[in-house]
């Protein structure tokens, strides 16, 4: 069975930082492309994030500069350090592992930031 559990996240003030966790289990995780996505209310789902198997990382325009993908592949996990942070940031982040047609998610996490 796939599973990706989600951690972190939470209330922070703009200009804090914060890092998600996303530990894998039952996929052979370095072969899997992994990616953070989000969706703020009433928005649609957007990619934030990637990191691919070569550990080629790739970002958003809007995040660009501020946050960070990174990979543990022995405890299969990935992260996503998130700086700097801004209010358009708020939203409920989701990771993904992708390889092929497959295609497996996180139950998503709440980033709040606000005064």
């Known amino acids: 069975q796939v599973r990706l559990v989600q951690s972190g996240g939470g209330l922070v003030q703009p200009g804090q930082s914060l890092t998600l966790s996303c530990a894998a289990s039952?996929?052979?995780?370095?072969?899997?492309?992994m990616a953070w996505y989000r969706q703020a209310p009433g928005k649609a789902r957007e990619w934030v994030a990637g990191i691919i198997d070569s550990g080629d990382d790739y970002y958003a325009d809007a995040v660009e500069g501020r946050f960070t993908i990174t990979t543990d592949n022995t405890k299969n996990i990935v992260y996503l350090q998130m700086n700097s942070l801004r209010p358009e940031d708020t939203a409920v982040y989701f990771c993904c592992a992708r390889r092929d047609y497959n295609e497996y998610w996180g139950q998503g996490t709440q980033v709040t930031v606000s005064t």
């Open positions: 039952g996929i052979f995780f370095s072969a899997y492309g």
